[in-house]
């Protein structure tokens, strides 16, 4: 088998998590594990509950009821539970004074919080959520920089049966207010600021101008983080500690519906506006839990790290899995390369991090720090690597393996999506990897690689479909339940289509090769065409715009938009990019934008972006008979460099 760079020794199958797994059920090899965890998924999913020894306050009577179709599969129905008590409370008794969070700021200082004492903060912030009227069902937005009262929010929220929104703390103020608004968040919780390559940013002043357009808002609680001025509104804003002032009554976990949901998270799509996945309690219990035990082989008192914010699927996922297990979150509040590009290492070896994960991304930017990012000691801690968020590159992926795990740790590469908090395809810590390969499918995700016409394929690149629903795929898209169905239920009955390329090569190892819809990665960080669109449009000098994603060494897609002025305008090309930096982010800035006159479009007007992606790269256009007006590919300039 060629190309493999990591086989696991006896020692590292006999001591994981999954092997023990096995051993209870009678299974002998990866390729019997895999086919045993999709042959009958509801023994498979209950067998997971009872091996990670989760916790019901009343036990489910059925794993799986599919009575309203696949696309509304119903998980542990009739179990009560709550996310909070499965990685909170039921390790108080022995794990108390244990380690559950460590953060570090980008200026070097560093706080630890123990299981018992996070539990107090959690349990006050409950209570005042409570005092303030938020009840079962209520939306809660945080808007925060990764920091330990975040940590205590996401759980205080979710342990009085609201849900949490969590939002990426980098968006710019109308991409807040559309995900705010489109929830009807009730609360929403920040900091007076955040600091980031020693630039602080001012993201209160963000939340207010974003609140504006959200009147279901009426509380904002602000953690004082950097001390710098912001603007207050004393009818409205509360300083965090005021806010967890008074009775400290204890306040008891609300055990919930399995199906109950605990968390938005908000995903881009080809619709021109975000969406929001919905996600239960026991959903994120089976898959996280899942996902960190047995891929990731993280036990007790280890200490996990994801270079991520709480606002991407890794930072809920990271917090969840990690605690599940009673091991230990590290957080991180800052840039992985500042003061110096050896950072994020120095960070690992001074908080003695047992699991780094990290997106390519990243690597491919340390990596062009030359010597300067590489590791100046052994991190000994580290005994597990991970990645998510776009396909790998080999030199990149063999950087990786080779400077940062020294050649001998595991990359477990894995990719899912928002959609399912979670991951179709990764990696066990109990078989051979071949480089940038996940491996194979995660336990219990009947995933397959499908041609156009629906049937499997092998040896080229097809459709990554799953054939079986899973505890969870996201419950609909909130307030838009045909949307969810057109998006992923639509292509084939009862098959989840994914919109991803992927391939299973002569040895059964899986590869992923992009998206294959509207949608692409921008630096780990998932990005709709027309999300984009939208904001380029909404400049008064421009008539129309497309937006495409092409590959780029560092970030892994890069943006160019086509934009068609109005009639007798020339709108600054600068200006553009400025627009969509202070509407969505400057990490979504378009690399390249030019000007036409038209752009190429069907009979019925939908613009053929995958037709101009091909001509701006120089690839061949292929089948022209759809397009109404081929002569608009003329005036698409093709790549020169970025």
């Known amino acids: 088998m060629e190309n493999v760079v990591w086989s696991p020794t006896e020692q590292d199958i006999k001591h994981s998590n999954v092997w023990r797994l096995m051993q209870r059920y009678g299974l002998s090899s990866y390729e019997e594990l895999i086919d045993w965890s999709i042959t009958d998924i509801e023994v498979f999913w209950d067998a997971v509950m009872c091996d990670l020894k989760l916790e019901w306050e ?51 200082f560093s706080r630890t919080i123990s299981y018992g004492a996070l539990n107090i903060e959690i349990s006050r912030l409950a209570a005042a959520l409570r005092r303030e009227g938020v009840k079962k069902g209520d939306v809660v937005g945080i808007y925060m920089p990764m920091s330990i009262e975040l940590v205590a929010a996401f759980y205080a929220i979710m342990k009085i049966g609201a849900i949490v929104l969590p939002v990426f703390s980098g968006f710019a103020a109308n991409a807040l207010a559309i995900r705010l608004a489109h929830a009807e968040v009730k609360i929403l919780f920040t900091a007076d600021g955040t600091q980031r390559k020693g630039v602080l940013s001012n993201i209160k002043g963000v939340a207010d101008e974003a609140i504006v357009s959200v009147p279901s808002i009426k509380r904002v609680v602000c953690l004082h983080h950097h001390g710098n001025e912001i603007h207050w509104d004393s009818r409205r804003d509360i300083w965090y500690r005021d806010f967890i002032e008074g009775r400290s009554e204890p306040c008891v976990t609300d055990a919930v519906d399995a199906e109950s949901a605990a968390i938005i998270l908000y995903t881009s799509g080809t619709t021109g506006q975000p969406k929001g996945t919905v996600h239960s309690h026991g959903g994120c219990l089976a898959q996280i839990g899942k996902e960190v035990a047995y891929h990731f082989d993280f036990k007790p008192f280890e200490r996990f790290f994801w270079l991520t914010d709480i606002g991407w699927m890794m930072g809920p996922w990271m917090l969840i899995g990690a605690h599940i297990q009673g091991g230990a979150a590290v957080l991180y509040d800052g840039a992985p390369n500042y003061p110096e590009p050896g950072r994020l290492w120095e960070m690992v070896d001074r908080q003695k991090i047992t699991h780094l994960g990290i997106s390519p991304t990243a690597i491919r930017v340390l990596m062009r720090a030359s010597g300067q990012a590489l590791p100046k000691t052994g991190m000994t801690s580290l005994r597990i690597l991970g ?108 098959i989840w289509f994914h919109g991803d390329w992927a391939r299973i090569d002569g040895d059964g190892h899986w590869y992923l090769h992009g998206r294959s819809d509207d949608t692409f990665n921008v630096a780990g960080k998932r990005i709709a065409a027309p999300e984009i669109e939208s904001i380029l449009i909404g400049h008064p000098d421009v008539s129309e715009a497309a937006v495409i994603g092409v590959p780029d060494p560092i970030k892994g897609s890069a943006i160019i938009a086509f934009v068609v002025p109005q009639a007798d305008k020339q709108p600054a090309l600068d200006d553009l990019k400025a627009l969509v930096g202070a509407q969505i982010g400057k990490v979504f800035l378009p690399s390249v934008i030019q000007r036409v006159s038209k752009l190429p479009k069907t009979r019925s007007a939908k613009i053929v972006r995958r037709l101009i992606r091909a001509k701006y790269l120089g690839e061949p256009l292929g089948d022209l008979s759809s397009v109404e007006n081929p002569s608009a590919l003329d005036e698409i300039m093709p790549e020169t460099g970025m």
């Open 387 to 494: 990645s998510t968020g776009e396909p790998w590159d080999d030199e990149s992926y063999r950087w990786y393996f080779e400077k940062i795990g020294n050649g001998r740790l595991p990359i477990i590469n894995i990719s899912g999506g928002t959609e399912i908090i979670g991951c179709f395809l990764a990696p066990l810590p109990i078989t051979p990897i071949k480089s940038t390969s996940l491996r194979g499918p995660g336990l219990g995700m009947d995933v397959d690689v499908f041609d156009e016409s629906g049937k499997p394929l092998r040896g080229k690149t097809g459709q990554l479909v799953c054939k079986q629903p899973a505890p969870s795929m996201t419950r609909g898209f909130w307030k838009e339940k045909q949307l969810y169905l057109n998006t992923y239920w639509s292509h084939w009955k009862d």
């Open 58 to 108: 009343r036990p489910y009577q059925k794993v799986l009821d599919l009575s309203a179709g696949v696309p509304w599969a119903k998980w542990f129905v009739g179990g009560l539970t709550n996310i909070v008590t499965n990685c909170i409370d039921r390790h108080l008794p022995e794990r108390r004074h244990e380690v559950a969070l460590i953060w570090e700021s980008e200026s070097g």
